[in-house]
C-alpha cells in the first residue's frame, strides 16, 4: 500500500508544474476548467496527504539493520554442498555496527596552586596632614608618601608623567 502512496507523492508536483504551465488539461476532470490556484492547492495538498499516508503504512521492520545474504553467497553456499541437497532459503543476517569506544573517566591530578608574587605597591598615607593641591610641583612635596597622597587620593595625575603608578620619580624610588 506504501508503494501507491509514494507514487502519487511522486507524481503529485509534476501534475502541479503542468497545471500551473497549462491549467486546460485538467480541464476534462473538472466540470469547468479550474484555475492555477485551484489546481494548486490541489497538487499541494495531495502531495503533502500522500507524503504522510506513506510515512504511517511504511513497514518499520524494514530497517537498515537487516540484509538479506547476497546471490554470490547462496551460489558459494551451493557450490559447497552436495548436489542432492537443496540450498536452505536465504537467512537474514544482522549487521552490527562497530561500537564506539566509551571513555572511562579517570581521576584527573588536581593542580595545587602556585604562589604568585604581587609586589608591594606602596600605600598612601590617609594622615589629614597632607592637603590636596594639585598646583604644587614635585619639588615643593616634601616626602614620597605626599606625592602618593597628591596622585592616589586627590587624583593629581601631574605627578606621574609616564604613567608607571610612581609620582615623583625624584622623591619616590622605583620609577
Known amino acids: 500500500m506504501n508503494s501507491v502512496f509514494l507514487v502519487l507523492f511522486l507524481l503529485s508536483p509534476v501534475f502541479l508544474i ?4 497549462k491549467p486546460t488539461v485538467f480541464g476534462r476532470f473538472f466540470q469547468e476548467t479550474p484555475s492555477r490556484k485551484k489546481l494548486s492547492l490541489i497538487f499541494i495538498g495531495a502531495t503533502v ?3 504522510i499516508l506513506f510515512g504511517i503504512t511504511t513497514d518499520p521492520s524494514n530497517s537498515r539493520d537487516e540484509v538479506k545474504v547476497g546471490e554470490e553467497e547462496q551460489e558459494v553456499e551451493s557450490a559447497t554442498t552436495s548436489p542432492s541437497v537443496e540450498p536452505s532459503p536465504s537467512p537474514k543476517l544482522k549487521v552490527f555496527s562497530t561500537p564506539t569506544p566509551t571513555l572511562i573517566p579517570t581521576s584527573l591530578p588536581i593542580p595545587t596552586p602556585t604562589p604568585v608574587y604581587v609586589p608591594p605597591t606602596p600605600t598612601p598615607a590617609t594622615s589629614s596632614t597632607y592637603s590636596c593641591d594639585c598646583s604644587k610641583t614635585c619639588t615643593q612635596i616634601i616626602s614620597c608618601e605626599e606625592a602618593y597622597y597628591q596622585l592616589n587620593i586627590c587624583g593629581c595625575n601631574i605627578r606621574d ?6 609620582p615623583c620619580e625624584n622623591i619616590c624610588p622605583g620609577g
Open 49 to 51: 496527504l500522500s507524503f
Open 18 to 21: 503542468i497545471g500551473l504551465i
Open 161 to 166: 608623567r609616564d604613567n608607571d603608578g610612581v
